[in-house]
């Protein structure tokens, strides 16, 4: 597996676009997925130097069998430095360890804690869990 990263220093690159970042998330996101706006928003954030974090493209074969977004969140010591907002495997690709890499990937590809979201039921859970990660908190939203 071959790995590509892209952000504000790196600069957008010419074959990994926007578009076909946006695409490939919301396709294998599947029902833990956001819209493509919402995606786009957060590929922006990473590519604004003021804000800032990494898209990490792994593929291999030439062929994108997954990616990772993490955002910078600019709080260090209070909240984690970085937060991985997006992370999704080819669905044809799954069970190859193709998102441990990704995740091991991301986790050495930035300095500080990491934050990430997921869904009781998601079966990325286990995986997460057995990198270290930990349930500190149970969230809670007010929408307005």
Not at 11 to 17: A, D, L, P, Y
Request: hydrophobic fraction near 35%.
């Amino acid at each position: 597996m071959n790995f590509t990263i892209v952000n504000a220093t790196t600069g957008k690159h010419e074959i990994f676009t926007n578009t076909i970042i946006t695409d490939f998330l919301f396709t294998h996101l599947e029902q833990y997925g956001d819209t493509k706006a919402d995606i786009l928003k957060c590929i922006d954030y990473v590519m604004n130097p003021a804000k800032g974090g990494h898209i990490i493209i792994g593929t291999d074969e030439n062929k994108i069998v997954g990616i990772v977004i993490l955002n910078n969140t600019g709080m260090k010591d209070y909240i984690p430095e970085n937060i991985l907002v997006y992370i999704a495997v080819d669905n044809s690709q799954r069970g190859k360890g193709y998102g441990k890499k990704l995740m091991q990937k991301a986790i050495s590809s930035v300095k500080g804690s990491i934050a990430l979201h997921v869904e009781p039921d998601n079966p990325a859970k286990k995986l997460y869990e057995k990198l270290g990660f930990t349930n500190k908190y149970l969230e809670m939203r007010l929408t307005q």
